[in-house]
């Protein structure tokens, strides 16, 4: 069955340390999208991807980067990690319609 | 700016006590209104795609429904395994394939 796998789940780090999230699809989904979810603010978009070498700033990308080099992955890397930035990140695909999320990874920055 | 809000924030039923949960959107164009169901430490899974005015959709105990600036997803003699947030999500007709989110709703039914 097709999926999407997100690693890793759980993540403790320090502030300034560079960290990368891993989103892998095997759905062959040309978009792909990174959110984030707090407490009080839902799901909020950082960045999103329409295929291969297409990368745009969602609402909240501040801080955060991703690269497209191929279809099924696009990694969110945090440049220099903040405690603002402790929180559940959800990568998701989708072709035209619904999203399809991973099973999220839980970041704290301390 | 595309805008969800859900309410209640939170929802207790008792087992078989039927209620509906409200979304309200402001879109420019909508091409989709989406509902999905959260399960804790998962991700949203998805249950219904709504297009027009008028259209419902229904998935076991779970009805979902659509006007013109509101959707409700109706529970129907709800059991504890239906304890779960509900998401509700538009795609905007000029936002290519962006979900914009609102808040959701946890709902818990006690046995």
């Known amino acids: 069955d097709a999926e999407i796998t997100q690693s890793p789940r759980h993540k403790i780090t320090e502030t300034g340390r560079q960290v990368t999230l891993a989103c892998h699809q095997t759905?062959?989904?040309?978009?792909m999208f990174w959110y984030r979810q707090d407490l009080g603010h839902g799901l909020r978009l950082i960045h999103y991807?329409?295929?291969?070498?297409?990368?745009n700033k969602g609402e909240v990308s501040d801080g955060y980067s991703v690269s497209r080099s191929n279809t099924e992955d696009l990694p969110l890397t945090l440049e220099s990690a903040a405690s603002s930035q402790t929180s559940v990140y959800f990568c998701?695909?989708?072709?035209?319609?619904?999203?399809?999320f991973g099973e999220g990874s839980r970041l704290t920055v301390l | 700016e595309d805008q969800v809000t859900q309410s209640p924030e939170a929802l207790r039923l008792q087992e078989g006590e039927s209620s509906s949960l409200n979304c309200s959107y402001t879109?420019?164009?909508?091409?989709?209104l989406f509902w999905y169901r959260q399960d804790p430490g998962k991700g949203p899974e998805f249950l219904f795609t709504?297009?027009?005015a008028g259209e419902e959709k229904e998935k076991e105990r779970l009805k979902a429904t659509l006007t013109k600036k509101e959707s409700f997803l109706h529970i129907t003699a709800p059991k504890p395994e239906d304890s779960a947030t509900y998401l509700c999500?538009?795609?905007?007709?000029?936002?290519?394939?962006?979900?914009?989110f609102g808040g959701g709703t946890r709902v818990l039914v006690k046995p």
């Open positions: 991807s329409y295929g291969v070498q297409d990368t």
């Open positions: 999500a538009v795609q905007a007709q000029a936002a290519g394939n962006k979900l914009t």
């Open positions: 709504l297009y027009s």
């Open positions: 879109v420019s164009g909508l091409r989709g």
């Open positions: 998701a695909s989708s072709e035209t319609g619904e999203l399809f």
């Open positions: 759905w062959n989904h040309n978009n």
